[in-house]
Structures are given as C-alpha cells and as structure tokens.
C-alpha cells in the first residue's frame, strides 16, 4: 500500500528535491524488501519452477523487476517499464482471504470463462462484420473496413454506447437492437457464472476449516493421558 501511495505522489508536479531523493530512497527499501520476500520463497518452495510460472511467483517478479531494468538506463521508453510497479496491488490478494476466494472461484470456473471469452470474442467479430456491411456505403468513414468496426461492436456488445459511432441506416439500427440484446447476454453471464463458483468456493473453504479443526480435535484425543 506503501509503495502505490509512493508512486502515485510521484506523480505530482513541481516535487523538491529532497522530496524526489525521499521517494527514490523509499522505493530502494520497497525492492530490497520485496526481493528479499522473493528469494525466500523461491528457496522454500518444493518445486521451484513451478512457483516461477504460477501466478503469485509472476505477480511477486513483477513487483521488483522494473527497479532492477531501469537501473543505469536514462531512456525514456524504459521509464513504461516502471508502471509495473502497479502489479504491486496484486500483491494484496496474497494476505487477503476474500481475494483469495475469488481467485479460487476463477480456478474452479477457468473452463467456464474461457468458453464465455471465446463466445465473446465470437460474437464481437460477427457485430463488427454485420455492421460492416450495414453501413460501409453510408458511413466509409466510420465503418470503412472491419477493423474500423470492432470499436463499435465493443462498445455495442458491453452495452457502454458511447455514442461517438452509431449507424444511421435502418438495416444497421435494427442490426444495433440485436445485437444490444445480446450484450445483455454478454453481462450477466459472467456475473452468474462467477457468482455461483464463489459459492462453491466458500463450501470449500468451510469443508476445509472444519475437517482442520475435525483433524486437531482427534489429535487432542490422541494425545491426551490416560489414567490408571
């Protein structure tokens, strides 16, 4: 929390120098500390390369690894590089047990989300090939090729409608009403499918405490003395 609330008042202008030297200073013991935290767990993981390509072992990489690529370097193309230093805030989902449970109900749903994103994608294609040819005469230059469409069909299926491109044919509007229909579609079923998968998560998570604390119990008996 320290370090995001650091990089944002980085960001303010007309900083002093002292202010600036605070700040870098500050941003030093942040990496130690988090590249200390890294290196430890590499060492006690059980399968090491493993925790390298899992999601926390790339979070808790990308912590650090932009100190350590802007060391030495003045460009200011590599100055992007540092606004990985924003993947920090998922390093909140490692001590937070509500976060927690939703990374869980994401493992538990992935097939389910990933056939979800495929259908979407699906479907943002064919709004952008249907709208194409809806209003590619009338309007070449907002609709002058499919790629130019997929911006709508975004906007469109997500139900944003920012109004910025709108068809003004009949064919197109009436393409437009379907498609929104759709998109109502495209927003609550993500919603019920993670909503359901925290659910199952959270039974599992109570099956788990109480077979802990069925566990410590029968170890508690197993212990216990026995009298003459």
């Known amino acids: 929390m320290l370090s995001l609330i650091a990089f944002s ?3 303010l202008p007309d ?3 002292g ?3 605070a700040l870098y200073f500050f941003e030093v013991v942040s990496v130690v500390i988090f590249s200390v935290e890294y290196l430890a767990r590499l060492w006690v993981a059980p399968h090491r390369w493993k925790f390298v390509f899992s999601f926390f072992g790339i979070v808790d990489l990308l912590a650090i690894l932009p100190f350590f690529l ?3 370097v003045d460009l200011r193309s590599i100055r992007v590089v540092r606004l990985l230093r ?3 805030i998922l390093k909140l989902a490692r001590y937070n047990k509500a976060i927690q449970r939703f990374h869980y109900a994401v493992l538990i749903a992935r097939e389910e989300i990933l056939l979800f994103l495929s259908a979407a994608a699906i479907l943002l294609y064919l709004g952008a090939v249907g709208i194409y040819y809806c209003e590619c005469d009338a309007q070449p230059e907002a609709f ?3 790629f130019h469409c997929l911006w709508w069909s975004l906007v469109t299926l997500t139900t944003v409608g920012y109004g910025d491109v709108y068809p003004i044919t009949v064919g197109g509007r009436i393409f437009t009403a379907a498609l929104l229909l759709v998109g109502l579609g495209i927003v609550a079923v993500p919603t019920g499918i993670i909503s359901s998968a ?6 599992l998570e109570e099956q788990q405490a ?3 604390l069925g566990n410590r119990e029968l170890l508690s008996v197993d212990v216990a003395p026995v009298e003459d």
């Open 15 to 17: 900083l002093s120098p």
């Open 9 to 11: 008042i980085e960001t």
């Open 210 to 212: 109480k077979l802990a």
């Open 144 to 146: 002058g090729s499919v």
């Open 19 to 21: 202010m600036v030297r």
């Open 198 to 203: 925290l659910v199952r998560a959270r039974e």
């Open 70 to 72: 802007s060391l030495g």
């Open 86 to 88: 924003l993947v920090r």
